[in-house]
T-cell receptor, first 110, second 113 residues
Framework: SQTIHQWPATLVQPVGSPLSLECTVE??????LYWYRQAAGRGLQLLFYSVGIGQISSEVPQNLSASRPQDRQFILSSKKLLLSDSGFYLC?????????FGPGTRLTVT | AQSVTQLDSHVSVSEGTPVLLRCNYS??????LFWYVQHPNKGLQLLLK??????LVKGINGFEAEFKKSETSFHLTKPSAHMSDAAEYFCVVPTGANSKLTFGKGITLSVRP
């Protein structure tokens, strides 16, 4: 069966520090991968999606970037965090139209 | 373009009473529609999905939803709420290519003992 992992589960980082969140998927090949951010009371916002290795599409301009160095690995990064980057970050993969979500990373920028 | 509207941001019910969470969609054709649930600080889990087969869709944990084209609605219901149903619920529609989804703003369901 397929599983999706995210780490770390929680993270507290100072403003201006770098960020790296990792997402990995097991049990499937060449999935579409997605990064979402969920800010308090604001629903889910799609940040990036990827249809293959090295292929990244950005949905909104922001302080973050994404990379897909391997088929089942998706990384969310920032060189310098802002206070507004705080939130709950969710990774997901899809097979056709159904998406399957990871457990999420709670990021607090102080 | 497809979109969904969840007008209620918060719904509170007593344990054992029915649950109704409303969702209206906007689409030029009959879309696929989903309901996802998110418990606090957890990822999202698919409750049920409509894909133009039966209009009444049964999901997990006793939830069901009915697709009504005449009302452009896909409301989520459950006959009897349980304390464990307290969570946030999202109505979702696929949009565009690459299996992208558009989420409603979500409804927080509270269940009173």
């Amino acid at each position: 069966s397929q599983t999706i992992h995210q780490w770390p589960a929680t993270l507290v980082q100072p403003v201006g520090s770098p960020l790296s969140l990792e997402c990995t998927v097991e049990g499937t090949s060449n999935p579409n991968l997605y990064w979402y951010r969920q800010a308090a009371g604001r629903g889910l916002q799609l940040l990036f999606y990827s249809v293959g290795i090295g292929q990244i599409s950005s949905e909104v301009p922001q302080n973050l970037s994404a990379s897909r160095p391997q088929d089942r690995q998706f990384i969310l990064s920032s060189k310098k965090l802002l206070l507004s980057d705080s939130g709950f970050y969710l990774c997901a993969w899809s097979d056709l139209y159904e998406q399957y979500f990871g457990p999420g990373t709670r990021l607090t920028v102080t | 373009a497809q979109s969904v509207t969840q007008l209620d941001s918060h719904v509170s019910v007593s344990e054992g009473t029915p649950v109704l969470l409303r969702c209206n969609y906007s689409s030029s054709y009959s879309p696929s529609l989903f309901w996802y649930v998110q418990h606090p600080n957890k990822g999202l889990q698919l409750l049920l999905k409509y894909t133009s087969a039966a209009t009444l869709v049964k999901g997990i944990n006793g939830f069901e939803a009915e697709f009504k084209k005449s009302e452009t609605s896909f409301h989520l219901t459950k006959p009897s709420a349980h304390m464990s149903d307290a969570a946030e619920y999202f109505c979702v529609v696929p949009t565009g290519a690459n299996s992208k989804l558009t989420f409603g703003k979500g409804i927080t369901l509270s269940v009173r003992p």
